[in-house]
T-cell receptor, first 115, second 110 residues
Framework: DADVTQTPRNRITKTGKRIMLECSQTKGHDRMYWYRQDPGLGLRLIYYSFDVKDINKGEISDGYSVSRQAQAKFSLSLESAIPNQTALYFC??????????????FGPGTRLTVL | DAKTTQPPSMDCAEGRAANLPCNHSTISGNEYVYWYRQIHSQGPQYIIHGLKNNETNEMASLIITEDRKSSTLILPHATLRDTAVYYCIHTGDSSYKLIFGSGTRLLVRP
């Protein structure tokens, strides 16, 4: 079984709809992250969480919110989706005990299309 | 923000070593250099990281210059499955903040 799973893997939605992307991990890591990737570009950090009670904005958090329901679960919400949020979304985890925060383990991604 | 410079593309023959260079002239003394790769649209895969010394693991070797302003990732015997975009990253002030640039697109030829 995969260590970091994301659901759904693909989603098509309409402008204005609320949508939630979910991430679960079995690695036992404390830290979790959400990134987005636009075609031909590198990843950009949306939000990150160092533990269940800690949530921090990344470089592009506007239009997004997150919830850390448990150590193993970190969800990303788009309250009112817009077309320029069409992208590939990745969840990642890390643990200071295993290579530090720079050694992050990524899920398979969710391809989101907003019409 | 932390900034690295990599060639946009490279190629090598299957079975040969692939040497991917990276310049990170703004790196500070306590920052690690990390290498990741992304195969097509899959999630990025951590490869290796280092601080000052050269490092080797089952996937690759990392050579860091003495002044730490550049590094080279070496895939000793490239296979077709190593075709991917390779990212060199140093994290700047915040160790968790991976800033992905454009990377190097490596094509391994049969």
């Amino acid at each position: 079984d995969a260590d970091v799973t994301q659901t759904p893997r693909n989603r098509i939605t309409k402008t204005g709809k609320r949508i939630m992307l979910e991430c679960s991990q079995t690695k036992g890591h404390d830290r979790m992250y959400w990134y987005r990737q636009d075609p031909g570009l590198g990843l950009r950090l949306i939000y990150y969480s160092f533990d269940v009670k800690d949530i921090n904005k990344g470089e592009i958090s506007d239009g997004y919110s997150v919830s850390r329901q448990a150590q193993a679960k970190f969800s990303l919400s788009l309250e009112s989706a817009i077309p320029n949020q069409t992208a590939l979304y990745f969840c990642a985890t890390s643990d200071l005990r295993f290579g530090g925060d720079g050694s992050q383990y990524f899920g398979p991604g969710t391809r989101l299309t907003v019409l | 923000d932390a900034k690295t410079t990599q060639p946009p593309s490279m190629d090598c023959a299957e079975g040969r070593a692939a040497n991917l260079p990276c310049n990170h002239s703004t790196i500070s003394g306590n920052e690690y250099v990390y290498w990741y790769r992304q195969i097509h649209s899959q999630g990025p895969q951590y490869i290796i990281h280092g601080l000052k010394n050269n490092e080797t693991n089952e996937m690759a070797s990392l050579i860091i210059t003495e002044d730490r302003k550049s590094s080279t990732l070496i895939l000793p015997h490239a296979t077709l499955r190593d075709t991917a975009v390779y990212y060199c990253i140093h994290t700047g002030d915040s160790s968790y903040k991976l800033i992905f640039g454009s990377g190097t697109r490596l094509l391994v030829r049969p």
